[in-house]
């Protein structure tokens, strides 16, 4: 049974920081990965989805890396911006789709 | 209007009642979804439909019925709830079935009392 697993929990980072968020998930027959953010009250807006055969992706700031053979993903946020502030979730796509629970993301002004 | 929007957006019911969230997608999706936002649980996914054919049901109780009238829209209704059911309800769209991105909605905000 797939479980995805997103450490830590919560994070606060000053502005202007470098950050990685983690996301590990235990069976590593995927189709993709895929990364979101939800602002408090709305819905999902996806930020990168990695193919299972590739290593990372990258958008801007944002860049994502996926090892499927250790069950990790990480997504790396550059010069981190009061805006970014959200919950950021891993989404593993198999036979079914699987969610974390999330990492909330504070950026201190 | 662009993306996907739903409808209501914030709803509080009784047990008895009965009511319906839609939601509308207007990227020109083949494949629409119904997720489940529970406090402090991962997200979980409810129903997945690909060209108006349910193709996904994770053993969700009978008292939701999705709908799906054409690719465009998708109906979740709701009967006889339980206040365990209240949580954020997400629809989502994506080009195909599988692991094409999705894009959601804002949610519908859902309070069984």
């Known amino acids: 049974k797939q479980e995805v697993t997103q450490i830590p929990a919560a994070l606060s980072v000053p502005e202007g920081e470098n950050l990685v968020l983690n996301c590990s998930f235990t069976?590593?027959?995927?189709?993709?990965l895929q990364w979101f953010r939800q602002d408090p009250g709305k819905g999902l807006t996806s930020l990168l989805l990695i193919q299972s055969s590739q290593r990372e992706q990258t958008s801007g700031r944002l860049n994502a890396s996926l090892d499927k053979s250790s069950g990790r993903s990480t997504l790396y946020i550059a010069a981190s911006q009061p805006g970014d502030s959200a919950t950021y979730l891993c989404?593993?796509?198999?036979?079914?789709?699987?969610f974390g629970k999330g990492t909330r993301l504070h950026i201190l002004p | 209007e662009t993306g996907v929007t739903q409808t209501p957006r914030h709803l509080v019911m009784g047990m008895t009642n009965k009511k319906s969230l839609k939601c509308e997608q207007h990227l020109g999706h083949n494949a629409m979804y119904w997720y489940k936002q529970s406090a402090k649980k991962p997200l979980e996914l409810m129903f997945v439909y690909s060209l108006e054919e349910r193709v996904e049901n994770n053993s969700v109780p009978s008292r939701f019925s999705p709908e799906c009238p054409n690719s465009s829209h998708l109906f979740l209704h709701l009967h006889t709830l339980q206040p365990e059911d209240s949580a954020l309800y997400l629809c989502?769209?994506?080009?195909?079935?599988?692991?094409?991105?999705?894009?959601f909605g804002p949610g519908t905000r859902l309070t069984v009392l």
């Open positions: 069976d590593s027959a995927i189709y993709n």
């Open positions: 989404a593993v796509f198999s036979d079914k789709i699987i």
């Open positions: 989502a769209s994506s080009g195909a079935g599988g692991g094409d991105t999705q894009y």
